[in-house]
């Protein structure tokens, strides 16, 4: 498998949680699931969903966040797909062009393309992909890693291609997760499966504008265990967290994800609504192999 199949997404998330696309997936085959609509109410990076896409284990992704940025890139990139490749080609990737893009994104009145690709821009060309942070390298230029390190222009030209080539099958929104939550609580729409990731109760270094307190916590909580869905949700495992889902089977792991230049291992926990398989694996340590065996075991 190439880097490019492996993170379908063009931007990269903090603590993104592409490593557990495997365990989906085998939620998805463990449950008849193969082949819903799949949600996430908190999309970021939305690695899961373009790989539940990508791969067929999706029939339709819907994704949504409330950051501007985030949406705007994501609105750029679907329904501008050749004005956005363009700007990436034309662009030099250099510490005065950082400056001008950090002007973009922290201005009020930025909208559509160009707030879309200030966000991936800085996304790209900051430190573990934080928007607000410090550019690679520092700002004299001067570390191992420059500004451009991870801004593979032909790579990520080609993974917002292949997202524009999909567009048809992708819903994106621009809701408070609860409000669209609440949406999708009617019986009556497509089978759906949904994935949440909301901001971490202890608030990270800056990974990512979060505005969480505890009662947004128990509201999600609320409004995700009201769905007639399917659903998971995935958090840092704190007692305050597990307090809010007392009803649903759970189970911990641990993430190793970089953030602010150092490798940490994430206690985190997982919680599942009541009608679903719970597989043998942990999220994070699935192989694709293990995926490829009980796929062809779901087929037999
Ligand atoms: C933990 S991140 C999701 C990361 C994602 N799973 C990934 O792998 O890239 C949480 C996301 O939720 C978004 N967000 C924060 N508050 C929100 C809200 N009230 N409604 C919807 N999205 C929100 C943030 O902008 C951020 O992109």
Not at 199 to 206: A, D, I, L, N, T
Not at 212 to 239: C, G, M, N
Not at 272 to 287: A, H, K, Q
Request: aromatic share 10%; with cysteine; charged share 25%.
């Amino acid at each position: 498998m190439t880097q490019l199949s492996r993170y379908p997404s063009p931007l990269r998330y903090p603590g993104g949680k592409g490593k557990i696309a495997n365990f989906v997936k085998m939620l998805m085959i463990d449950n008849e699931l193969v082949g819903s609509d799949y949600v996430e109410p908190y999309a970021g990076g939305a690695s899961v969903a373009l790989t539940l896409l990508y791969e067929g284990y999706a029939d339709r992704a819907f994704i949504n966040d409330l950051n501007p940025g985030i949406h705007a890139f994501w609105s750029s990139a679907l329904t501008r797909t050749d004005e956005l490749c363009a700007l990436i080609e034309n662009t030099p990737v250099t510490m005065d062009v950082w400056h001008e893009q950090r002007v973009i994104l922290n201005s009020s009145t930025a909208s559509g393309i160009e707030l879309g690709f200030a966000t991936f821009f800085l996304n790209r060309t900051n430190r573990s992909g934080i928007i607000g942070g410090g550019a690679i390298g520092g700002s004299d230029q001067s570390g191992p890693w420059k500004i451009d390190a991870r801004y593979n222009k032909p790579a990520l030209i080609d993974r917002i291609r292949k997202l524009g080539r999909h567009r048809g099958r992708v819903t994106l929104s621009n809701e408070d997760a609860v409000e669209y939550v609440k949406r999708w609580n009617d019986p009556d729409v497509d089978a759906a499966f949904l994935y949440l990731d909301p901001p971490y109760f202890e608030k990270g270094e800056g990974l990512y504008d979060n505005f969480y307190d505890a009662a947004d916590h128990a509201e999600i909580a609320t409004a995700v265990s009201a769905l007639a869905h399917p659903w998971i949700v995935s958090y840092d495992a704190r007692p305050e967290i597990t307090a809010l889902y007392p009803d649903a089977a759970a189970i911990r792991y641990g993430l190793t994800y970089s953030a602010a230049a150092k490798r940490s291992k994430g206690a985190e926990i997982m919680f599942f609504s009541e009608d679903l398989v719970i597989p043998e694996l942990l999220p994070g340590g699935v192989t694709s192999r293990e995926v490829d065996i009980a796929k062809r075991r779901a087929l037999a």
